[in-house]
C-alpha cells in the first residue's frame, strides 16, 4: 500500500481527468484550474461540449435541444451568473393565453381551464414535511378535494384536463408518469424562488457555457480556459479504481489512461446502462443502490417552422385534452404515441415556430421512427383537436435524447423505489477514497444533487462541489 505522503500529491502535479463536458464538467474543471490546479483535462464522448446543454442554429435564431431554461432567481447560481449582463428575460405568465382543446375540437372555457390550472399549482407538495408515496397520490388526493369545491364544474372536463396536468408536470419532472416521483423527494428539492421560466431570447443557454469557461466566441469553437484541456470523441469505457495509486482508464479505441483523480459526470442513464462494465472493481452497494433507485427519465422536444406563426395571435400555446372515446381509439392505431404529447408552445424570439412536448415511454418510442413519420403524426393530431388548419412547416426538427448512447435520457428524479431502499443523490455523490482519505473517484451531474437536481444549476454547483472537494484535501496536506 503507497504512503499517505508519496511524492506526487500536490495542486501543480496532481492529475486530474473530468470524464464529460455538461455544465457540472465544465464547472469542475473552471474552478480546479482557478484554485491552482495545473494537470486537469476533460475526455468527452460527443464530439462537442454542452452535454445536456445544446443550443444550436434554427430559424430566425436559435433553438435549445436540451436544457431551456433558467428556473428561479434566489439561490440559483446560473442566475445570479447572468443576472446583470442583459442575456435573459422573464417568461410571463401564460394562464390566459394557452388554450386547452378537447380531441372533438370544443375550446374549454378559459375560466375553467385556468381555475383548474390554478388548483394544480397549488397541489403540488410542499411544506417541511415528507409526503410519504408517490406524487401522483398527492396530486390526486388534492385535486379532486379542491375540485368539488368549485362550482358548476363538469367532472368529465376535470378529468380530462388532470390527464394533461399529468403531462406537464412529468414533463417537469422528466417521468414517466407522477406515480414514479416520490413525494418525499419532491419536498427535498428546493424551489428557487423567482419566475421559473427565464429564457435566454436570442442567446440559448450556450451563452452560460461562454461565461464559464470566459470564451469569446461560440464555446464550440473557442474554449477559453479550456482550451487545449478537452478531448472531443473520447469516450470511456472502463475504470480501474482498484488499490490506492493511480486511476486507469481505457477509451473505446484502446487508449490507456491514467490519472490521480478521476470526476465522473456522465449521467445517470449511462451509469445504469453501464454501471458493471464500467467499473473495475465493481462500486460498493450504497452507490449501487442509488443507481437503481433514481431513475432517468425521457423528455424530447419538436420543433416545427412556418413561414407565418400558425397559431392565433392571442394564443401562446395550445395543450391536447383527449376525450376517453378518442383516447381508446388512439391507442389501437399506429400513432398511439401521440398520446403523450402534452401541447405546444410559441418560443420566445422565434416568431414563427412551435415547440411541442413529448414525455416516457412514447417519447423513446417516437425516438424508434423517421423524422416523417413522426411529423405524420403531429399533423394528425392538429387536424384532430384544431378547428382552422395549419399549414405544411418549412421545417421539422425532433431530440431523440434516449436514444444517443452518451445520455440515455433527460434529466433525474428521486421514486418511492430509491425512498424505500433508503437511498438518494447523497449516496451517488459521495466519493470513493483510499485509507487515508484522498478523494480517487469522484462524482458529480445533476443527478448527484439532493436539492437541485434535474437543473443546470444543480449540475453547475455539483462540479464545483468536487473541485472543492480536491482543493480541501490538497489544502489540508500543504
Known amino acids: 500500500m503507497s504512503s499517505c505522503h508519496s511524492v506526487g500529491r500536490s495542486k501543480e502535479t496532481a492529475r486530474i481527468i473530468i470524464i464529460g463536458s455538461g455544465p457540472s464538467g465544465i464547472a469542475a474543471a473552471t474552478r ?19 452535454g445536456r446543454i445544446k443550443t444550436i442554429p434554427f430559424a430566425d435564431s436559435v433553438i435549445d435541444l436540451g436544457a431551456q431554461w433558467c428556473h428561479g432567481e434566489e439561490g440559483n447560481v446560473v442566475y445570479q451568473r447572468v443576472k446583470d449582463l442583459d442575456l435573459v428575460s422573464k417568461t410571463e405568465s401564460q394562464l390566459n393565453t394557452t388554450r386547452f382543446l378537447r380531441s372533438n375540437k370544443e375550446m374549454i372555457l378559459q375560466e375553467t381551464a385556468n381555475a383548474l390550472t390554478t388548483i394544480v399549482d397549488r ?5 417541511p414535511n415528507a409526503y410519504d408515496g408517490s406524487f401522483g397520490d398527492h396530486l390526486n388526493h388534492k385535486y379532486w378535494l ?30 414517466d408518469n407522477l406515480y414514479e416521483v416520490s413525494g418525499h423527494g419532491h419536498l427535498e428539492y428546493e424551489t428557487c424562488d423567482g419566475n421559473q421560466e427565464i ?10 457555457l461562454k461565461l464559464l469557461i470566459n470564451a469569446k466566441e461560440d464555446p464550440s469553437d473557442d474554449l477559453g480556459v479550456l482550451k487545449g484541456r478537452v478531448n472531443l470523441n473520447k469516450r470511456i469505457l472502463e475504470i480501474n479504481w482498484e488499490g490506492s495509486d493511480e486511476l486507469r482508464l481505457r477509451c473505446w479505441n484502446g487508449e490507456i489512461l491514467t490519472a490521480d483523480h478521476v470526476i465522473c459526470t456522465v449521467s445517470l442513464g449511462v451509469l445504469k446502462e453501464q454501471h458493471a462494465s464500467m ?19 425521457t423528455v424530447n422536444k419538436f420543433f416545427l417552422e412556418y413561414v407565418a406563426q400558425p397559431l392565433p395571435q392571442d394564443w401562446t ?11 381508446k381509439e388512439l391507442r389501437g392505431t399506429e400513432r398511439f404515441w401521440l398520446e403523450s404529447v ?36 403531429i399533423l394528425w393530431l392538429f387536424r384532430k383537436f384544431l378547428p382552422f388548419d395549419v399549414p405544411f412547416p418549412q421545417r421539422f426538427l425532433r431530440t431523440q435524447w434516449h436514444s444517443n448512447p452518451n445520455f440515455r435520457g433527460s434529466y433525474s428524479f428521486r421514486t418511492p423505489y430509491a425512498d424505500d431502499l433508503h437511498t438518494g443523490p447523497w449516496d451517488l455523490e459521495s466519493p470513493l477514497t483510499d485509507v487515508c482519505g484522498k478523494p480517487r473517484l469522484l462524482f458529480a451531474g445533476e443527478a448527484t444533487s439532493k436539492t437541485h437536481y434535474s437543473t443546470v444549476h444543480g449540475a453547475t454547483e455539483t462540479g464545483w462541489r468536487e ?9 489540508k496536506l500543504s
Not at 400555446?317 to 383516447?327: A, H, P, R, S
Open 317 to 327: 400555446g395550445i395543450n391536447f385534452v383527449w376525450v376517453e372515446k378518442d383516447l
Open 32 to 50: 480546479l484550474l482557478e484554485q491552482g490546479f495545473k494537470n486537469v483535462t476533460i475526455f468527452e464522448a460527443e464530439d462537442r461540449i454542452g
Open 342 to 377: 402534452s401541447g405546444f408552445y410559441i418560443v420566445k424570439e422565434q416568431p414563427r415556430l412551435l415547440q411541442g412536448w413529448i414525455i416516457g415511454e412514447h417519447a423513446r418510442y417516437m425516438e424508434t421512427l423517421t423524422a416523417d413519420q413522426v411529423l405524420d403524426g
Open 123 to 127: 397541489s403540488v407538495p410542499e411544506g
Open 146 to 175: 379542491e375540485v368539488e369545491k368549485l362550482p358548476n364544474v363538469d367532472r368529465t372536463i376535470a378529468t380530462e384536463m388532470l390527464d394533461n396536468f399529468k403531462k406537464g408536470l412529468c414533463a417537469f419532472e422528466g417521468s
Open 199 to 208: 429564457h435566454w431570447r436570442d442567446n440559448g443557454y450556450k451563452t452560460f
Open 279 to 297: 467499473f473495475v472493481p465493481a462500486l460498493p452497494e450504497p452507490k449501487l443502490r442509488a443507481v437503481k433507485g433514481l431513475k432517468l427519465g
Open 467 to 475: 473541485a472543492d472537494r480536491l482543493n480541501g484535501f490538497y489544502s
